[in-house]
Each structure stands twice: as C-alpha cells, then as structure tokens.
C-alpha cells in the first residue's frame, strides 16, 4: 500500500504515454481497441485516488506532513542546481480535474472511432495529450508544470492541423499564437519568481506550495525591495493574462470559436472540458496562494472581467448561426461566473467556482458531441437550416434536452449547483460582516465596494436570462422546432454514440443531486485552506 502511495501518480501520469508503444507496432484494425484501453486503464487507475485520499486530513494549505491538504506527494531531485524536483501530489483542488481527465479521455477515444485517416498518429496524439494534461494537473514545482502546459500544445495544433475541418490550419495557428503569449508570461513570472525565491530559500524553488507557505510570503516584500507592490502587482498580472487566455475570458478569448469549429470531435471535448480549466486551475493553484494580496487588491477588475464575460458570451451565442460556435460561446459565459466566483474570496463562492470547473467540463463535453452528432447526420451545422432534430432521433434529443437544461441551471442537474453557490457568495461578499478580508484601506470606501459588489450580482443574475435565452432557442431551432423540408432521413444513435452519452448524462444527474458526496467531500477541506491564506 505504501508502495502505491508513492508511485500511483507517476503511474497515471505516464499511463497514457506507456500504451503509445503498443499503438506503434499492432496492427491497424487494433489501434482503435489499443487506444481505448490505455485510456480505460489510466480512468481505473485515477479511481483508486478515490480510496487513498484522505478528505478529512489537513487544515491548512501546505504538504500532509506539515498538517497541510496535500497528499499521496512523490517527490525526487531533477535538477539539483536550479532546484528543479520531480514533484507531485494531490488535493482536492486538482484531485476532481485528475478524474474528469481520465474521464473525458476514455469518452474521447471512443468518439474518435471514426477518425479513418492517419488513425496510428491520432490515437498516439491523443495519448500524449492525456499525459500532457494529468502532468499539468498534478505537478508541484512551477517548473514542471510549465513542462507539461507546453506540452500539451503540440499535440493539439497537430489534432486540430491535420484532422480539422475546412479552416483547419487557420484555427489551429490561431490556437497555438495565443497560448503561446499566454505561456510567454508564465514563463516570465516562473523565472522573476525563482531568482527571489533564492534569496529566501538557498538555492530557490519552483516549489509551489512552499511559495505559498509563510516563510516564502513574509520575506517576499523584504527581497524585492521598496518596488515590493508594483512588481507583485505586474507578476499577478502577468498570470492572470496566461491563464485568461487559456481559461478564456473577455477580451483573451479570440481563438475560442474558431479552434471549436473547425476541431475534431474528440479534440472539441478535450478543449472545452479540460485545456479551458487549466487556466482556471492555474489561477486557484499559483496565481492566488502566491500572490494574495494583489488578488485582494485587483479583486473589482476581475469580477468585472467575470461579469463582462458572461454578459459577452451569451451575446455572443445569441448572434451565431454555426451549432459549434453557439456551444463555444456558451462555454465563454460560464467561465465568466467561475472568474466571478474567484474574485467574490467567500466560502461559497470559491465552492460554486471550483464545482464549475468540473460540471461545465461534462456538459461542454455532451453538447460538443451532440453537435457533432447532429453535423454529421445532417451535412450542417448552421442552425437556420435544422430543425426537427428530435423528431427523427428521439433519444439524440433526450440527451440534448438534459445537457441544455443542465447548461441552463436547472435544479436536479450539475450546472444549478455552481450557479447558485457562486450567486449566493457573491451577494455575502457584500455584507458588512464579510468586508474585513476584501482590500478596503478606506471607510470611505465602503459604501462603493457594498454598492459595486451588488451590481455586479445582480448583472450576473440578469445574465440568465441571457443564456436561457440562447439556449432555449437553439434547442428550439435545432431539435424541436418545425422539420426541414430538404432535410434527408435522420438515423438516430448508435451503439458508439449512446456509450458516449450516457456516462456523461449520468455524471450530470448524478453531480446535480448529490454534489456534497460525489465533490464537496473532496474538496471542502481544499477550499477551506486557500481561503486562509486571505484572511
């Protein structure tokens, strides 16, 4: 058991990457079955983190031997000069991320069975892609996750560059230039990081919860000098640019619709389930804990960029006519109420942003396969020549009808949860007993952040109807609005398709009524000890 405590992250990491070998050398009629395997092994292998993990340990945002949240730890020497480790472990922040990786990578593999071209590079792409993602998850040291986040790029460009729609390398350029600026300030704030770090630490670290510990905080200001709060500030910033980008948020989102339109299905999954909440990881796990006090003190910019995205999303849905780029559109406005969430520094609100994560990762996954669904039955994906979907292919519109509603907040499915809680924390951030960890130098001041903090809940509230909107009226116009006349007959699911659906319309049901036992249970504790660091 100690044994397994100790590998079992290495293990998962570099599953995916293992079964890349046996891909090379079956034969071609195998390599779909090879594929599926090794991401079915790697899901079984995550689960068993559900048995090690211990929810009820730690209080406070530091490693398990210190008392802290952050267990199952495998740490090693890489580099001993620039104190590079080989490091992971896991909490309930990425612990939740971890699972719906190996997840949405088993349904990925399967929604890929028709890919007929190149099949051996695909499957080994997404392979790659896999490890990419879980070694981003799960990496402690700054270093190593920069390692994987890059990663994780080429095989996308490549996914989305050679096995994309008709403005593929358009999209996929367009993909690459923008995270790549995005990691440009990762990389910049890496570094400003480590060469201050060996002034507190000798030798320095790309350790990321010991940045996040006291010692590295209360020395920090003393080792940048008088500059301390501009340059704190600048690096914050910094972040918040490369992790916007990828999340994405107003106005860093341009590559959004264009990589969803023209990408393969499984591709489309993977972006909007899991690359998109690596940005909102990465906020919660290095942005934040490093940097607190810039967090408190920029706190109204990035609620507004919250409220400006979710308004800015919906708008935007509301105005396409293309299936895909509504759905890509409609993941812009949820990730506006997750920046809303994070800005809010309440129990609730941080709960509601950290569930999002997760329940928008399994819807976005449903509605991007249905779209596919519908595209490939039909020959279009421009809403204004659907229609009567459902009428064909009743079970494809039982399926669309639960992921839209879930989409839309409806109580009983995973998208209520994460709105409510995130609407609730944001109107308690407004109450005069709850301003004493908000950044507020002034009592002059307080009327301002009581009145702003409650317009923008009520802006965000507005919003839903905004998003009921576009919604409503894509199910509508595509699945239950009148048949088109030149439309040719529909076929409704396949076996491959159902088995794709309905673990995902499980997970929506399933999270919608028991949030506590199947989320809150892991990452309570978690949540708890990043707010700490505020108060």
Request: charged share 10%; aromatic share 12%.
């Amino acid at each position: 058991m100690d044994l397994l405590r100790h590998y079992l992250l290495t293990v998962l990491i570099f599953l995916p990457l293992v079964w890349v070998i046996p891909l090379a050398i079956v034969r071609r009629r195998a390599v779909r079955w090879t594929a599926l395997a090794g991401t079915l092994m790697t899901f079984c292998a995550s689960l068993l983190l559900l048995a090690l993990f211990d929810w009820r340990a730690g209080s406070s945002y530091a490693y398990a031997v210190d008392g802290g949240v952050v267990q199952l730890v495998h740490r090693a020497d890489l580099f001993a000069g620039l104190r590079i480790q080989y490091l992971f472990g896991i909490d309930g922040l990425n612990l939740p991320l971890v699972i719906l990786a190996t997840f949405i990578g088993a349904l990925a593999a399967i929604a890929s069975w028709n890919v007929q071209r190149m099949t051996r590079g695909y499957f080994a792409l997404l392979l790659l892609l896999e490890t990419a993602i879980l070694g981003t998850f799960l990496s402690l040291d700054f270093f190593l996750f920069y390692i994987f986040l890059q990663m994780s790029l080429l095989p996308i460009f490549l996914l989305i560059g050679v096995w994309g729609g008709p403005r593929r390398e358009y999209a996929g350029i367009k993909f690459f230039l923008y995270t790549l600026v995005g990691s440009i300030a990762l990389l910049i704030v890496m570094i400003a990081l480590h060469l201050y770090s060996r002034h507190i630490i000798p030798g320095g670290t790309f350790d990321l919860i010991r940045m996040a510990g006291p010692e590295f905080q209360e020395k920090l200001p003393a080792t940048i000098g008088r500059a301390h709060v501009g340059i704190a500030r600048g690096l914050f910033i910094l972040l918040l640019l490369g992790f916007f980008i990828k999340l994405p948020a107003f106005p860093l989102h341009g590559w959004l619709a264009d990589a969803h339109a023209d990408s393969p299905v499984a591709v489309s999954m993977i972006l909007s389930s899991l690359l998109t909440k690596i940005g909102g990881y990465g906020i919660l796990r290095i942005a934040y804990p490093i940097f607190p006090h810039p967090a408190r003190t920029l706190w109204p910019i990035i609620a507004l960029i919250g409220v400006v995205s979710l308004v800015w999303g919906a708008l935007c849905a509301l105005a396409q006519n293309d299936l895909r780029r509504t759905i890509a559109y409609g993941c812009l406005s949820r990730m506006g109420l997750f920046t809303l969430g994070i800005a809010m520094f309440t129990k609730p609100s941080l709960d509601g942003a950290m569930f999002m994560l997760v329940a928008d990762g399994i819807i976005s996954a449903a509605l991007f396969f249905l779209a596919d669904v519908v595209i490939t039955r039909t020959g279009r994906q421009e809403i204004s020549q659907l229609g009567g979907i459902a009428d064909a292919m009743p079970l494809c519109g039982g399926f669309a009808a639960t992921a839209f509603f879930a989409n839309l907040g409806l109580p009983g499915l995973c998208g209520f949860v994460p709105e409510i809680l995130v609407l609730f924390g944001t109107f308690i951030a407004a109450t005069a007993g709850n301003l004493l960890y908000i950044h507020a130098q002034a009592r002059g001041w307080l009327g301002v952040f009581v009145f702003s903090v409650r317009a923008l809940a009520l802006i965000a509230c507005c919003a839903a109807v905004l998003t009921a909107g576009y919604l409503l009226l894509t199910l509508q116009r595509v699945f239950f609005g009148p048949r088109k006349t030149d439309q040719p007959d529909l076929v409704d699911l396949d076996q491959r398709e159902i088995a794709v659906l309905t673990p995902l319309t499980i997970m929506i049901v399933l999270l919608g009524v028991f949030p506590w036992p199947t989320f809150f249970v892991l990452t309570s504790q978690t949540a708890a000890a990043v707010l700490k660091l505020f108060w």
